[in-house]
C-alpha cells in the first residue's frame, strides 16, 4: 500500500516501488526468517555474524510476539526520505529489529523498510565495522551515518561492532540525543526492553575463532544459536543414554549377587 503526504497530496513510494540494491546493500530478510548469501557483504565475517545474532534472539522474540509481529532486518534499506535516485534517501545497517510491525505486507515479504510506510522506528541497530569505524560514527547533517540514525531514523539503540578490535559500542537514545551506554559488571550492554544484553563472545562460530557479536539474558547466560541447540540436545540426551545404561548394568549386578546367595530377585 502506498502513502499519501496529506500535506501536498503526493503519493509516496512503497516498499515495491524502491530500489532494494544499489550496489551496496541488498534486501534480506525482513520477517524474521533466515537470509539468503548476499553479495553486498563486505567482508565474510559479516554474514555469520547476522545469522548468529538473528538465530538466538529468535526464541527471546517468539515470547514477546506470540502474534509474529516484528521484523528483523539484515543489510536491509531503510528508507527514511525520498531522492533521486532513492537509494540515497536510504540506510542499510547490517542488522536492525522492529517490534509489532508485521512480518509481510499485503502478502509479500519486505523489499526494504520504508519509514513514511511504516511509522515505527527498528528498537535496535547494529553496524558492523569493516573500515576505521568513522562513516559509523559520521555526525554530518543530512549525510552521516549517525546523525541520520540519531535524528531521523530514531532507533532506541544504536551499536557499533568492532570486530578488529574486539569491541562493541552501544548507544541509547535520550532526550533525542545518542548517549554512550555504559557496560555493567559482565561488560555487557543491557536492552532493557528486550530483557537481553549485549556483548563480546570469544569462541568459535561456523568454524571461526572470533570475537563474536552475542546475546545473554540478565542473568548472564548466553544465548544459544540453532546449531548450539541442537548440540545442547545432543549432549543431554547422550548423558540420558549413559546414566540408563549405568543403572542397566548396576540392575544387572545386583541381580547377578542375589542369585549367587541363591535369592531369585523379583521386580
Given at each position: 500500500?502506498?502513502?499519501?503526504?496529506?500535506?501536498?497530496?503526493?503519493?509516496?513510494?512503497?516498499?515495491?516501488?524502491?530500489?532494494?540494491?544499489?550496489g551496496?546493500?541488498?534486501?534480506?530478510?525482513?520477517?524474521?526468517?533466515?537470509?539468503?548469501?548476499?553479495?553486498?557483504?563486505?567482508?565474510?565475517?559479516?554474514?555469520?555474524?547476522?545469522?548468529?545474532?538473528?538465530?538466538?534472539?529468535?526464541?527471546?522474540?517468539?515470547?514477546?510476539?506470540?502474534?509474529?509481529?516484528?521484523?528483523i532486518?539484515q543489510?536491509?534499506?531503510?528508507?527514511?526520505?525520498?531522492?533521486?535516485?532513492?537509494?540515497?534517501?536510504?540506510?542499510?545497517?547490517?542488522?536492525?529489529?522492529?517490534?509489532?510491525?508485521?512480518?509481510?505486507?499485503?502478502?509479500?515479504?519486505?523489499?526494504?523498510?520504508v519509514?513514511?510506510?511504516e511509522?515505527?522506528?527498528?528498537?535496535?541497530?547494529l553496524?558492523?565495522?569493516?573500515?576505521?569505524?568513522?562513516?559509523?560514527?559520521?555526525?554530518?547533517?543530512?549525510?552521516?551515518?549517525?546523525?541520520?540514525?540519531?535524528?531521523?531514523?530514531?532507533?532506541?539503540?544504536?551499536?557499533?561492532?568492532?570486530?578488529?578490535?574486539?569491541?562493541?559500542?552501544?548507544?541509547?537514545?535520550?532526550?533525542?540525543?545518542?548517549?554512550?551506554?555504559?557496560a555493567?559488571?559482565r561488560?555487557?550492554?543491557?536492552?532493557?526492553?528486550?530483557?537481553?544484553?549485549?556483548?563480546?563472545?570469544?569462541?568459535?562460530?561456523?568454524?571461526?575463532?572470533?570475537?563474536?557479536?552475542?546475546?545473554?539474558?540478565?542473568?548472564?547466560?548466553?544465548?544459544?544459536?540453532?546449531?548450539?541447540?541442537?548440540?545442547?540436545?545432543?549432549?543431554?540426551?547422550?548423558?540420558?543414554?549413559?546414566?540408563?545404561?549405568?543403572e542397566?548394568?548396576?540392575?544387572?549386578?545386583?541381580?547377578?549377587?542375589?542369585?549367587?546367595?541363591?535369592?531369585?530377585?523379583?521386580?
Open positions: 500500500m502506498t502513502a499519501t503526504n496529506p500535506a501536498t497530496s503526493i503519493t509516496l513510494p512503497d516498499h515495491t516501488q524502491l530500489p532494494e540494491s544499489d551496496t546493500f541488498v534486501s534480506q530478510s525482513l520477517a524474521g526468517v533466515p537470509p539468503v548469501v548476499r553479495t553486498g557483504a563486505k567482508n565474510f565475517q559479516e554474514h555469520p555474524q547476522s545469522i548468529l545474532i538473528t538465530e538466538s534472539i529468535k526464541p527471546v522474540l517468539q515470547k514477546r510476539h506470540p502474534d509474529g509481529q516484528y521484523c532486518g543489510d536491509s534499506g531503510i528508507y527514511w526520505r525520498i531522492t533521486d535516485p532513492p537509494e540515497r534517501g536510504a540506510e542499510a545497517p547490517d542488522w536492525f529489529y522492529v517490534p509489532n510491525v508485521p512480518p509481510t505486507l499485503n502478502g509479500k515479504m519486505r523489499r526494504s523498510y519509514l513514511w510506510q511509522h515505527i522506528a527498528p528498537l535496535i541497530v553496524e558492523f565495522v569493516s573500515g576505521d569505524g568513522s562513516e559509523e560514527r559520521d555526525k554530518t547533517p543530512w549525510k552521516g551515518k549517525f546523525w541520520i540514525y540519531e535524528q531521523v531514523i530514531h532507533p532506541a539503540f544504536y551499536g557499533i561492532y568492532e570486530v578488529n578490535k574486539a569491541s562493541v559500542e552501544m548507544y541509547h537514545i535520550i532526550e533525542e540525543q545518542y548517549q554512550l551506554l555504559p555493567n559488571e561488560g555487557h550492554y543491557p536492552i532493557a526492553p528486550l530483557g537481553v544484553e549485549l556483548g563480546i563472545w570469544q569462541g568459535v562460530y561456523q568454524n571461526a575463532e572470533l570475537p563474536w557479536l552475542r546475546w545473554w539474558d540478565l542473568q548472564g547466560n548466553l544465548l544459544l544459536s540453532g546449531e548450539e541447540r541442537a548440540e545442547q540436545e545432543s549432549q543431554r540426551a547422550e548423558l540420558e543414554s549413559q546414566r540408563a545404561e549405568l542397566r548394568q548396576r540392575a544387572d549386578r545386583l541381580t547377578a549377587q542375589l542369585r549367587s546367595l541363591g535369592v531369585e530377585p523379583e521386580f
